[in-house]
C-alpha cells in the first residue's frame, strides 16, 4: 500500500518560491495517484485569501495551480481555523473546497499520515 | 530502516551541516539511504562551484564524498536548480549558459524522484531552515 | 502514530515553536537543535511553555547546539548526538521538521 504523505504549507505567497514549490510537491504526488493531503497552516493561509494581484509583483497566479490541485487527484484539502482567525481571514469564503480543522482536529489529522512535509 | 533524506537549505545553513552528520551516522548505524533528495535552495549544497576558505568547513564537498563513498542515489531536483543557476554539462547546453556547476555524483531528476524515495522508504527526513 | 517534531528557527522571532506545542498530540515528542535550543534559555516564556508541556511529551535537543550556546538546560531535557537523532527517528512512526 502507498505511503501516504501530508504536505504542510506555512508560508505566504509572496515570501519567495516556497509556496510555489510546496504546491508542486503535492501536484507532483497527485499526478503519481498517490495519497497526498495538504494542510495550509500559520502564513500559508494567504494563499487562500481572494482577488491577490500578482501582476503587480510579476509574478505568476498561484491560484491557478491551486484549482489545479482536484485535477490532480489532490482532494483532501485542510486549513486551520485558528490560523485564518489570527489573520482576520475566517469571515471569507474559502476559494477551494479546503476543510476548516481546529487545533485538535489539526493533531489527528497529522497523526493519521505515514508521513509528513512542512514547508 | 530505510531513510529517505530531503534537504531544502544551501550549504551555509547548519542544517544542510546537521543533515549531512546525520546521514552519516545512520550509514554507520547499518542503516539504509535509499536516496538523497535536494529541493528549493538545497541545490546549492551540490554544486561543484562554491570555494571555501581552507580552514573553513566545506560543506558540498563533503556530501560529494559522502554520496560518492556510499554510492548513494543523490538527486537534485531540475526545476528548482535550474531557477538557482545550478546546471548539469546537458542543462547548460540546453540553455545556452557557459558553464556548468553539477557535476557527478548528482543527477538532476523531477520531484517524482521525492515521491519515489518516500514510497521506498521506512522514513522521511527533512532538513531546511537555518 | 507518534510524530517526533523537530525545530531549528530561533522561537525569538517566529512562530514556529507555538504553532508546534499546540499541535502536539501525547504521542509526541519535540527535538530542538540549531536556533531552536534559545527556547532553553532561562527566565524566558519559551522556556516555561517547554517546562509546561504535559509530561508524555519528552523533550529533546541535540546536544552540540546546546554545549555551542553554552545554555544550562531543564532537568526533564534529554540531550542526544547525532546516533541518538537517528535512533529517535526509528522510534517514532514519523519525523516532522518545520522548515
Not at chain 2, 547499518?30 to 554544486?47: K, P
Not at chain 2, 519515489?116 to 522521511?124: I, S
Not at chain 3, 534559555?41 to 546536544?63: C, F, H, K, N, W
Amino acid at each position: 500500500m502507498s505511503q501516504s504523505l501530508l504536505i504542510i504549507s506555512r508560508q505566504s505567497p509572496w515570501s519567495g518560491p516556497s509556496a510555489r514549490e510546496a504546491l508542486d510537491i503535492a501536484l507532483a504526488g497527485g499526478a503519481f495517484d498517490l495519497p497526498i493531503g495538504l494542510l495550509f497552516l500559520d502564513d500559508g493561509v494567504f494563499q487562500l485569501s481572494h482577488a491577490q494581484q500578482p501582476v503587480q509583483l510579476q509574478q505568476k497566479d498561484l491560484s491557478a495551480n491551486l484549482k489545479a490541485l482536484p485535477m490532480f487527484g489532490v482532494e483532501a484539502l485542510y486549513v486551520s481555523a485558528r490560523s485564518l482567525e489570527e489573520r482576520g481571514l475566517h469571515e471569507q469564503p474559502l476559494p477551494l473546497a479546503a476543510e476548516c480543522l481546529d487545533d485538535t482536529q489539526l493533531s489527528a489529522l497529522i497523526d493519521r499520515y505515514d508521513q509528513v512535509i512542512t514547508l | 530502516m530505510k531513510f529517505a533524506i530531503a534537504l531544502f537549505s544551501p550549504p551555509h545553513a547548519p542544517s544542510s551541516r546537521r543533515a549531512l552528520r546525520f546521514a552519516q551516522a545512520a550509514i554507520a548505524g547499518g542503516h539504509e539511504i535509499v536516496r538523497l533528495f535536494f529541493y528549493q535552495d538545497a541545490v546549492h549544497s551540490a554544486s561543484g562551484y562554491v570555494v571555501n576558505a581552507q580552514d573553513e568547513l566545506d560543506v558540498p564537498r563533503e556530501w560529494r564524498e559522502f554520496v560518492q563513498t556510499h554510492q548513494l542515489d543523490g538527486v537534485v531536483c531540475i526545476a528548482a536548480a535550474l531557477r538557482r543557476g545550478v546546471l548539469n554539462t546537458e542543462e547548460a547546453e540546453r540553455y545556452a549558459r557557459t558553464a556548468a556547476n553539477l557535476q557527478g555524483p548528482w543527477e538532476l531528476s523531477g520531484l517524482g524522484q521525492l515521491h519515489e524515495a518516500v514510497q521506498m522508504a521506512d522514513r522521511l527526513i527533512c532538513f531546511g531552515g537555518p | 502514530m507518534s510524530t517526533l517534531h523537530v525545530l531549528s528557527h530561533s522561537p525569538f522571532g517566529d512562530n514556529r515553536l507555538s504553532s508546534c506545542l499546540r499541535l502536539l498530540s501525547s504521542r509526541d515528542a519535540l527535538l530542538l537543535c540549531g536556533d531552536a535550543v534559545y527556547a532553553l534559555q532561562a527566565g524566558t516564556a519559551q522556556r516555561q511553555a517547554l517546562e509546561l508541556m504535559p509530561e508524555v511529551i519528552s523533550l529533546y535537543a541535540l546536544d552540540e547546539d546546546v554545549q555551542a550556546r553554552h545554555l544550562t538546560p531543564p532537568e526533564r531535557l534529554n540531550l542526544i548526538d547525532y546516533p541518538g537523532f537517528v535512533a529517535l527517528s526509528c522510534q517514532y512512526d514519523k519525523v516532522n521538521t518545520w522548515l
